[in-house]
């Protein structure tokens, strides 16, 4: 069951039902059954897992709470190994084998045995890293741990967040989650409108440019140069209309029931580099990440021996940033990994680690170039003008996600560098998209890009809300009418969103 | 206090630290400048900043920076 499916909006009507009819202080209870029984219909094998997760972080948070400091940092270290092991071996099991293999081939040694397979369950990605930084809060005092087991049930997979995020944080989501809410027809409208703009996003921009991408880069050696580099930037915007449509029917499904979840996406395609991107884009991941693991290594011992090196043998100035290059060169490794147990998004975390540092690293040298040739950060021009280089710096990293191998995606960017555009046509352009296809892609996109545009400016539901009841009436229609008539609706609108496969 | 001052001054000049309460929730300071002022504040200081000390109640001023230093200087 997907939540772009019909089977979910009536799933989500029967719970909002039930939820607004039972007693107040039996809500939560109502979202703790929903959310088992929407887990149960995605996969019942799989439920063992979500059970482990959630006792185990039970367990460990109740116990911190009465032992010293020396045990807690033992319970705590016992509760991420135990996790974390569980989604190594589930997730990892398969790439770590076949490359001990690999290995086991080039120097004749003894191949293990392959037969045994495992089954990541759904989520499991995104509700560990939830339910860690739950135990690393209560190990910090940040939060107090939960007494009832089947409140942290609900905490660790509360329905619509629990395939694909947003990542959240126990002190935001947890009281939201317990509390009990009456019915506010503004939670109501609003969360029906941002459904529908998720809807409107994944069925007429997302599913649409969907096949366009995968035919580009499964049929690579059929197209130039050109039409592999418009690959990698339809896949930017076909990624970002699927997982932000995705967050927009799961935020927009927890606020019927008056729960916000955290935001995680503030307009990335207007960031002015690669670093500022990823503070923009999928920020319940990177701030995850930069908690949980940027600062743990960049203080560590190693990261402080790395920075003493860097100042003896360079400068001090430069020896300041080596901890913090540490740091990012292991968390950009374990984002790719995060991502997909393959080496193409290794090399893709590993590139975009390396664009980010070059960039820290080089600060100094674009300081004097910008005073060199009279540039000033607040020159408009100039902001523009890297606002496109982030984008196409971002799109272009897109060719190791793409390409079905690393092998290929190596193959597509020496063809992308050494060729040069035999014919430049409509289908070279627009591979598998009629006329009229263009069209409704163009209108989804151009309003897409004018709502990001208002956004800046003001949230644009406030902007609707102000109007009068006949124009949101209108509003309303018209995303529905879109939807229906230039929404694609087969096959590839029913195969789920591309991050729910992390 | 005027050590920090300086240190927070040297890394980020436009922001006023007198004044500013809402520096990593507000994300005034972002991660590279933790990373860079932990090490500042260690090596002036003579403390050792833990895991356990990032976090935004006493990164979020100067002041409560400062009351942290205190805090790990009367530790040991």
Known sequence: ?502 | MKELMVILNELRPEVDFSTETNLLDGGILDSFDMVSLIGDINDTFEVELTFDDIDADNFNSAEAMWSMIERLKSEG
């Open chain 1, 1 to 502: 069951m997907t939540v772009n499916s019909i089977t979910f909006f009536v799933f989500l009507l029967c719970t909002v039902i039930i939820y607004y009819s039972v007693k107040p202080k039996h809500q939560w209870i109502c979202l703790c059954i929903a959310s088992y029984i929407f887990y149960i219909l995605t996969g019942v094998s799989t439920l063992v897992y979500i059970f482990i997760t959630t006792i185990t972080t039970y367990i460990a948070t109740n116990w911190m709470q009465s032992v010293t400091k020396k045990r807690k940092r033992k319970i705590l270290t016992g509760l991420l190994l135990l996790n974390f092991g569980v989604l190594l071996v589930l997730k990892y099991y398969g790439f770590m084998l076949f490359n001990i293999n690999r290995i086991a081939g080039i120097v004749n040694s003894v191949r293990l045995d392959d037969s045994l397979t495992f089954v990541a369950p759904l989520g499991i990605s995104y509700y560990t890293l939830q339910s860690m930084g739950y135990a690393i809060d209560v190990y910090k005092s940040k939060c107090k741990p939960e007494r009832n087991i089947f409140k942290v049930a609900l905490f660790v997979g509360f329905f619509p967040q629990m395939t694909q995020g947003p990542i959240g944080r126990f002190k935001d989501l947890a009281s939201q989650l317990y509390a009990s809410h009456k019915f506010e027809y503004r939670n109501f409208s609003f969360g029906c409108q941002r459904i529908l703009w998720g809807l409107f996003k994944k069925t007429i921009i997302a599913d649409r440019l969907s096949p366009v991408v995968r035919n580009i880069f499964t049929h690579y050696g059929s197209y130039d140069n050109l039409t592999l580099f418009l690959g990698c930037v339809y896949m930017t915007i076909q990624i970002y209309a699927d997982f932000s449509g995705y967050m927009d029917i799961v935020c927009g499904a927890a606020e019927i029931f008056g729960i916000k979840l955290a935001e995680n996406f503030k307009t990335p395609f207007f960031s002015s580099s690669l670093a500022e991107y990823w503070r923009r884009w999928h920020i319940t991941l990177s701030g995850w990440f930069r908690d949980y693991l940027f600062y743990p290594l960049s203080i560590s011992k190693a990261a402080v021996k790395f920075g003493k090196f860097g100042k003896k043998h360079f400068s001090v100035s430069i020896g300041k940033m080596f901890p913090a290059i540490f740091a990012l060169s292991i968390v950009w490794f374990a984002t790719g990994l995060w991502h997909d147990a393959s080496w193409r998004y290794i090399l893709w975390g590993v590139a975009n680690g390396i664009i980010i540092i070059s960039s820290i690293w080089l600060e100094p040298l674009f300081k004097k170039t910008k005073l060199l040739f009279h540039i000033k950060d607040s020159c408009k021009g100039w902001h523009r003008l890297q606002v496109v280089r982030t984008f196409l710096i971002v799109s272009l990293l897109k060719v190791f996600p793409g390409a079905s191998s690393t092998k290929e995606s190596l193959i597509i960017i020496k063809r992308m560098i050494t060729e040069f555009p035999v014919s430049i046509n409509y289908k070279s352009i627009f591979p598998q998209l009629c006329h009229s296809e263009l069209c409704y892609l163009v209108f989804g996109i151009v309003i897409f890009a004018g709502v990001s545009f208002y956004q800046r400016k003001e949230p644009v539901r406030e902007y609707i809300a102000r109007q009068v009841f006949p124009v949101r009436v209108m509003v309303y229609l018209g995303m529905i009418a879109s939807i229906l008539l230039f929404g694609v609706f087969g096959t590839d609108a029913v195969g789920g969103f591309e991050y729910a496969q992390y």
